[in-house]
């Protein structure tokens, strides 16, 4: 949008049931700060919103297994988080939750509304209960196996290891999260929003209207849109949430999913009267701040669901980033793989800037990225402290020792080259970072401030005015040159503190005291002037932007990260997932002992569905045509009661290839393909962990 007449951001409300880390961070609330901060330095009108997503599955669970209610759960963690955000300066304009008045009224308003219009299929459907607990089982109350990776610890709204999107109906050897019971089938009704509905509109608004989103965003919507979208329950069965604000509707409580956006608009409205002016008219900018999970819900149901409202403005952009790895493992808050942000501030107090540096220096951007305390220490001591603090810091000592403490003048007509590539840089600079920032490029931005200071270091190097200044006996001119080169290096670092700022603000803040000039001096639209300080202006002693951090500080970092794993707040943090030994079926006894010989005889190989269809006559056979790569092979398998022709095209399997031709039902079957039972009797695949060569060899 150009030229917006508002800005409206938000950064996906992060989950009452454990405390932020540093994955967190460099995903959503930090790029949102930045961005944030760099429009209010352009005097732009923007909102900044967040809070605490108090409601699903997860906060239930964990009060239940602590003994203590949901809202207790949601108060602890919603403090931790909330001061975590404040003091990493993430300046949010309302911290809210999702658990307060405005926002149980305000969903449901809306959950009303699309209901008065029709929008909502009304479906009873046969779900998974859990018959000792009472409770039905729907996303996280229910674990099983992934049938895509093979996770066993999958949940029934996603696999976490594999990412991929999941119905409970899809787990292998489904449990129950609460009792870990085999869960039994049940009726109950639910509010179902038919997306496909809204398929061909979001393929126009979002396919067409917005090839300029980031391509692990974009990428990520086409693939959801191109497989087709589904009728999505909005609703569950569940005391903790927001109740449905229908007459037959006890015990039901909106979808988490459904109701957390809205969160953005109930936090508005406790914001401000003028709520509406960001929501509704057409010429404000919104833009949600995410990580990659959050794709789906932020670029398909959300929009769905505003455009199925009305009167709201659709997001303009989505710049959600990747995963952050630590020390090259994904972040498990389970296992306690993580660095927790209110543990960082503790061991490093007054090193908050330090760690915005480093998470926006290596931010997952457009991939998933790595976190190492070697980097973090690396960046720290030869980037921020050898470079940015290092010119900074040599200006100041220079000038106190060198001009007396005060600015000095710049004599224009003695500029020489080197001067004027110094200022056509600052200028040139301001543009580049400005431009970057538009883009959503955080890390590109914020080298091109590093590389300003760099340029500082260089200039001055080569300027040497330590060693004009032993010539100032026999030349007292010598001095204009000196002056002339902190001069210019005074200026630059009041531009570095402007263009920093949006980074790393409590750095700014700092060089705005050594430089003894008032806020307004950070106002974008003075980077890239010359004329920030005045001359003659005396300045105050220089004090340390960075400390070196000690190689004993990272090897502590290293160790408490290896041995957390038994930390106890962070044992609490999701509900530990099962362990595989548990959720095994009991294995069936071992048939007599074979040499490799006889085995060696099976030829099995890897094969795709490329066709499936019943057998008449026949409940339990499939006929399936199977592509082994050098041939398309017709197998007559009974899967029929387990398996949907419709749903197990493009699986890939593992077929006997050389079984002796046999006939079923008048149909030569050439092979079989190998599947699991398990203890109740249902049958699966058993698949390659990921897509391989069609006719690749098992063995
Ligand atoms: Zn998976």
């Given at each position: 949008?150009?030229?917006?007449?508002?800005?409206?951001?938000?950064?996906?409300?992060?989950?009452?049931?454990?405390?932020?880390?540093?994955?967190?961070?460099?995903?959503?609330?930090?790029?949102?700060?930045?961005?944030?901060?760099?429009?209010?330095?352009?005097?732009?009108?923007?909102?900044?919103?967040?809070?605490?997503?108090?409601?699903?599955?997860?906060?239930?669970?964990?009060?239940?297994?602590?003994?203590?209610?949901?809202?207790?759960?949601?108060?602890?963690?919603?403090?931790?988080?909330?001061?975590?955000?404040?003091?990493?300066?993430?300046?949010?304009?309302?911290?809210?939750?999702?658990?307060?008045?405005?926002?149980?009224?305000?969903?449901?308003?809306?959950?009303?509304?699309?209901?008065?219009?029709?929008?909502?299929?009304?479906?009873?459907?046969?779900?998974?209960?859990?018959?000792?607990?009472?409770?039905?089982?729907?996303?996280?109350?229910?674990?099983?196996?992934?049938?895509?990776?093979?996770?066993?610890?999958?949940?029934?709204?996603?696999?976490?290891?594999?990412?991929?999107?999941?119905?409970?109906?899809?787990?292998?050897?489904?449990?129950?999260?609460?009792?870990?019971?085999?869960?039994?089938?049940?009726?109950?009704?639910?509010?179902?929003?038919?997306?496909?509905?809204?398929?061909?509109?979001?393929?126009?608004?979002?396919?067409?209207?917005?090839?300029?989103?980031?391509?692990?965003?974009?990428?990520?919507?086409?693939?959801?849109?191109?497989?087709?979208?589904?009728?999505?329950?909005?609703?569950?069965?569940?005391?903790?949430?927001?109740?449905?604000?229908?007459?037959?509707?006890?015990?039901?409580?909106?979808?988490?999913?459904?109701?957390?956006?809205?969160?953005?608009?109930?936090?508005?409205?406790?914001?401000?009267?003028?709520?509406?002016?960001?929501?509704?008219?057409?010429?404000?900018?919104?833009?949600?701040?995410?990580?990659?999970?959050?794709?789906?819900?932020?670029?398909?149901?959300?929009?769905?669901?505003?455009?199925?409202?009305?009167?709201?403005?659709?997001?303009?952009?989505?710049?959600?980033?990747?995963?952050?790895?630590?020390?090259?493992?994904?972040?498990?808050?389970?296992?306690?793989?993580?660095?927790?942000?209110?543990?960082?501030?503790?061991?490093?107090?007054?090193?908050?800037?330090?760690?915005?540096?480093?998470?926006?220096?290596?931010?997952?951007?457009?991939?998933?990225?790595?976190?190492?305390?070697?980097?973090?220490?690396?960046?720290?001591?030869?980037?921020?402290?050898?470079?940015?603090?290092?010119f900074v810091n040599r200006t100041w000592v220079l000038?106190?020792?060198?001009?007396?403490?005060?600015?000095?003048?710049?004599?224009?007509?003695?500029?020489?080259?080197?001067?004027?590539?110094?200022?056509?840089?600052?200028?040139?600079?301001?543009?580049?970072?400005?431009?970057?920032?538009?883009?959503?490029?955080?890390?590109?931005?914020?080298?091109?401030?590093?590389?300003?200071?760099?340029?500082?270091?260089?200039?001055?190097?080569?300027?040497?005015?330590?060693?004009?200044?032993?010539?100032?006996?026999?030349?007292?001119?010598?001095?204009?040159?000196?002056?002339?080169?902190?001069?210019?290096?005074?200026?630059?670092?009041?531009?570095?503190?402007?263009?920093?700022?949006?980074?790393?603000?409590?750095?700014?803040?700092?060089?705005?005291?050594?430089?003894?000039?008032?806020?307004?001096?950070?106002?974008?639209?003075?980077?890239?002037?010359?004329?920030?300080?005045?001359?003659?202006?005396?300045?105050?002693?220089?004090?340390?932007?960075?400390?070196?951090?000690?190689?004993?500080?990272?090897?502590?970092?290293?160790?408490?990260?290896?041995?957390?794993?038994?930390?106890?707040?962070?044992?609490?943090?999701?509900?530990?997932?099962?362990?595989?030994?548990?959720?095994?079926?009991?294995?069936?006894?071992?048939?007599?002992?074979?040499?490799?010989?006889?085995?060696?005889?099976?030829?099995?190989?890897?094969?795709?569905?490329?066709?499936?269809?019943?057998?008449?006559?026949?409940?339990?056979?499939?006929?399936?045509?199977?592509?082994?790569?050098?041939?398309?092979?017709?197998?007559?398998?009974?899967i029929a009661l387990h398996y949907a022709p419709e749903?197990?095209?493009?699986?890939?399997?593992?077929?006997?290839?050389?079984?002796a031709p046999r006939k079923m039902r008048g149909i030569?079957?050439?092979?079989?393909?190998?599947?699991?039972?398990?203890?109740?009797?249902?049958?699966?695949?058993?698949?390659?962990?990921?897509?391989?060569?069609?006719?690749?060899?098992?063995?």
């Amino acid at each position: 949008m150009n030229n917006p007449a508002r800005y409206l951001v938000t950064a996906a409300l992060p989950y009452a049931n454990g405390p932020v880390h540093i994955g967190h961070l460099a995903g959503c609330y930090l790029p949102a700060d930045i961005y944030v901060r760099f429009l209010r330095a352009r005097k732009k009108d923007v909102k900044f919103i967040g809070g605490s997503d108090e409601h699903g599955v997860p906060i239930t669970i964990r009060a239940l297994k602590e003994g203590i209610s949901p809202q207790q759960v949601v108060d602890r963690y919603h403090a931790i988080i909330k001061e975590s955000m404040e003091q990493m300066g993430i300046s949010f304009d309302i911290y809210s939750r999702t658990s307060n008045t405005t926002h149980h009224e305000t969903a449901a308003a809306f959950f009303k509304k699309l209901y008065d219009a029709g929008c909502f299929e009304e479906r009873e459907t046969e779900q998974y209960f859990d018959e000792q607990t009472h409770t039905f089982l729907a996303d996280r109350y229910i674990t099983g196996t992934c049938p895509v990776c093979a996770n066993p610890t999958a949940y029934g709204d996603q696999c976490e290891k594999c990412g991929t999107s999941l119905s409970p109906e899809q787990l292998i050897n489904p449990r129950s999260a609460l009792s870990d019971a085999v869960p039994v089938k049940k009726k109950t009704k639910h509010w179902y929003f038919p997306l496909q509905q809204y398929e061909p509109w979001l393929k126009e608004w979002l396919l067409e209207g917005h090839k300029e989103w980031k391509n692990n965003v974009y990428g990520q919507c086409k693939s959801w849109l191109d497989s087709g979208l589904h009728p999505r329950a909005m609703t569950r069965d569940s005391n903790w949430g927001i109740k449905v604000p229908l007459p037959d509707a006890e015990g039901k409580v909106l979808y988490v999913w459904f109701d957390a956006p809205i969160g953005y608009i109930s936090a508005t409205k406790e914001l401000t009267p003028q709520w509406a002016d960001y929501w509704c008219k057409e010429d404000t900018q919104l833009v949600h701040f995410i990580g990659k999970d959050n794709i789906v819900f932020h670029c398909i149901i959300f929009p769905a669901m505003l455009k199925a409202h009305g009167g709201f403005v659709l997001p303009d952009n989505v710049p959600a980033n990747e995963f952050l790895n630590i020390e090259g493992d994904k972040v498990s808050t389970s296992r306690n793989w993580a660095v927790w942000v209110h543990e960082y501030l503790k061991d490093f107090p007054g090193c908050e800037d330090v760690l915005r540096y480093v998470l926006c220096a290596n931010a997952p951007e457009n991939k998933d990225n790595d976190f190492t305390w070697r980097d973090f220490q690396d960046r720290n001591n030869s980037e921020l402290v050898s470079i940015f603090g290092n010119f900074v810091n040599r200006t100041w000592v220079l000038m106190h020792k060198l001009c007396g403490g005060k600015v000095p003048k710049l004599h224009e007509e003695l500029m020489d080259e080197k001067d004027r590539e110094l200022v056509e840089k600052i200028q040139h600079s301001k543009f580049k970072i400005q431009n970057l920032l538009e883009e959503y490029k955080f890390r590109d931005a914020l080298y091109e401030v590093i590389d300003l200071s760099r340029s500082g270091n260089k200039y001055m190097q080569e300027k040497e005015p330590w060693i004009v200044a032993k010539q100032l006996a026999e030349n007292p001119e010598a001095q204009k040159s000196i002056d002339n080169c902190l001069h210019l290096c005074l200026q630059l670092t009041a531009n570095l503190a402007i263009l920093i700022n949006p980074f790393l603000p409590g750095t700014a803040r700092k060089m705005l005291q050594m430089m003894k000039v008032v806020d307004k001096m950070l106002d974008w639209e003075n980077a890239g002037k010359l004329k920030l300080l005045s001359v003659g202006y005396s300045l105050r002693e220089p004090q340390l932007l960075f400390r070196k951090v000690e190689d004993t500080e990272i090897t502590a970092q290293i160790e408490k990260l290896n041995k957390g794993l038994i930390k106890p707040v962070m044992q609490e943090n999701t509900p530990a997932p099962q362990p595989a030994e548990e959720t095994t079926a009991p294995a069936a006894p071992v048939k007599p002992a074979i040499q490799f010989d006889d085995f060696a005889k099976i030829d099995l190989k890897v094969g795709t569905i490329t066709a499936a269809e019943k057998v008449e006559k026949a409940d339990k056979l499939l006929k399936l045509q199977i592509d082994l790569g050098f041939e398309i092979r017709t197998v007559v398998s009974g899967i029929a009661l387990h398996y949907a022709p419709e749903n197990i095209i493009g699986k890939q399997v593992v077929v006997v290839s050389n079984l002796a031709p046999r006939k079923m039902r008048g149909i030569e079957s050439n092979g079989m393909i190998l599947m699991a039972e398990d203890a109740s009797g249902k049958l699966h695949f058993v698949s390659p962990e990921s897509v391989i060569n069609n006719g690749s060899g098992v063995s």
